[in-house]
């Protein structure tokens, strides 16, 4: 099962602003990945936990390219993959305090939703700090 968060949003607002670019994703490249960091952290958190395997394959990657960066967090991998998605997406199992059903996404609780304003708020206010330099 994996999530992608991506910027791609931001490319339109990027092409407007010839030669600017560079500095943008430079100045939010970093705030991008640890707000990415605190979801993982957060979700991992919310896993249903038994064994443990699935909490413990969560993995994130951060790509990045001219005017786009992508975060993908990932539970599973291999044969924990399909447990993964059936843990994620199905309410009617109970889950000891704490842990719950789409704990990455897709519930008002979820470590997602619950950190978008935040992800966005924290991007856009790097890039308008590059802004009001010009």
Known sequence: MKVRFDTAELDTLLSKVDGIEEDIMNKITPVFRTEINKIAI???????????????????????????????????????????????ENEIFSHASGKQAHWLYGDDNSAYEKNEDLLIGRIEKEIYSVLEKL
């Open 42 to 88: 957060e979700s991992r958190g919310k896993v249903p936990v038994k064994s443990g395997n699935l909490q413990n394959s969560m993995s994130t990657k951060i790509s990045s390219s001219a005017a786009k960066l992508s975060g993908i967090i990932e539970f599973g991998g291999g044969v924990v993959s399909d447990y993964a998605s059936i843990q994620h």
